[in-house]
């Protein structure tokens, strides 16, 4: 493995680890966490700022719901499943979370005028993937995407799709991809429903990516068995293509799990499932982000955004009230207060990879100042109540939450 691979990194970085008691299962450690908490912050701002509203669904549920909804016939082989003994029936981690949003949706009558519904979810999922192919965090058994459905009437389809097109802009440019490439993936050999279905969803998700201003390629056979998805793939540093956001229209699941809303005429009529992801999971996202920043993410992303550098024993005192100003300012702060040189502490915090350092001193002290010190080499010294407003605009991140 080379050095920006994110397993080094997530060693190096004190993130994260794997071991062989939970083979494809990641132990978080606190800088790690963080880092996984910010990204989600961040997407669930984005998401309610698009319109949807979040929920949460079990992840154990009946088989037979996997059954009727056709993801065992799928993915059986790669799903957990267990007897429940006292109710005499088989249970399985679920896989993903769509049956669960319909289960949502179906819990009462829908009006036309409710629609669309937009539910997002950050879903716990489960797959027994092979061990062969299981690689850090890019490849796990234990995942958590960032789910989203919409449930519509055709007339929606259009709108949505260029919604979340929108969406997917602006998170992939705020986190280092300003450009991404589309690929339209359609039928597979082993599908749910009719030549009729398929060719009325493919030409409708055609329609929607055209006047959302998409340009794709098309991938024959490789779209999900319940409908065809745009893909969208990422360049990394490394000229490296990483599939991340998927929109998949959907007109089985509605009807396989009986999701119905009353429109305008006073009938039952079957919704438009749209499926959404703009990371897709969160972990291999987060692999990718480590590899294409090497480690050095943007500031507002970093586990620790400030480490606080004491010149000598003696500014401990005032290096911990600068500490505390500026975590009520909401930044991610440590205090480096060991006996050691200026120098190593600078070292050791670049070896981290903490984006910006504060040293403090005698005249710091003295005068109620901090000396700032950025990545980049660019120094500074504020007074302290500047210093703390300009480093908690630094420390931002694009959606304020």
């Known amino acids: 493995m080379n050095d920006i691979d994110h397993r080094v990194l997530g060693n190096k970085l004190d993130l994260f680890h794997q071991q062989e008691e939970g083979a494809g299962m990641v132990f978080w450690h606190p800088r790690g966490w963080a880092l996984y908490r910010v990204l989600e912050d961040y997407i669930r701002a984005r998401m309610r700022r698009a319109g949807f509203r979040e929920i949460r669904t079990p992840q ?30 088989a249970l399985c981690l679920k896989p993903m979370s769509c049956p669960c949003h319909v289960q949502v949706f179906n819990h009462h009558v829908r009006s036309y005028r409710e629609l669309p519904v937009r539910y997002s979810e950050f879903g716990a999922c489960h797959r027994d993937e092979p061990s062969g192919s299981l690689e850090g965090l890019k490849r796990t058994r234990a995942f958590v995407q960032d789910d989203a459905h919409v449930f519509c009437a055709d007339v929606h389809i259009e709108a949505e799709v260029a919604r979340f097109c929108a969406l997917l802009r602006g998170v992939y440019a705020d986190l280092g991809f300003p450009s991404f490439k589309v690929a339209l993936a359609t039928r597979p050999v082993q599908r749910a429903g009719s030549d009729a279905v398929w060719d009325r969803a493919e030409a409708a998700l055609a329609k929607a990516a055209r006047a959302a201003g998409l340009e794709f390629d098309v991938r024959d056979g490789e779209g999900a068995f319940y409908g065809p998805k745009l893909e969208f793939h990422l360049t990394d540093n490394r000229a490296r293509s990483w599939q991340c956001g998927t929109i998949q229209l959907d007109f089985v699941l509605p009807d396989r799990l009986d999701a119905e809303f009353v429109n305008e005429r006073n009938e039952r009529e079957r919704p438009v499932m749209i499926h959404h992801a703009v990371l897709g999971s969160m972990e291999r996202f987060i692999a990718m982000l480590l590899e294409h920043h090497e480690g050095w993410l943007p500031v507002w992303l970093a586990p620790d955004q400030v480490v606080i550098a004491t010149i000598s024993d003696a500014n401990t005192a005032y290096a911990q009230e600068v500490m505390q100003a500026l975590d009520d300012a909401g930044i991610r702060v440590i205090l480096d207060n060991r006996p050691e040189r ?10 981290k990879q903490v984006p910006i350092l504060v040293a403090v001193g005698s005249r710091d002290e003295r005068d109620r100042t901090i000396s700032i010190r950025l990545r980049d080499g660019q120094q500074s010294t504020l007074v302290l109540a500047e210093g703390v407003e300009y480093l908690r605009r630094a420390a931002l991140p694009p959606v304020v939450c």
Do not use: C, N, P, T
């Open 60 to 89: 154990l549920l009946a088989r037979s719901l996997w059954q009727k909804s056709g993801h065992w016939e799928k993915f059986g082989a790669a799903m957990y499943s267990l007897a429940d003994a006292q109710e005499e029936r």
């Open 342 to 351: 200026l120098e190593k502490k600078i070292v050791d915090a670049r070896e």
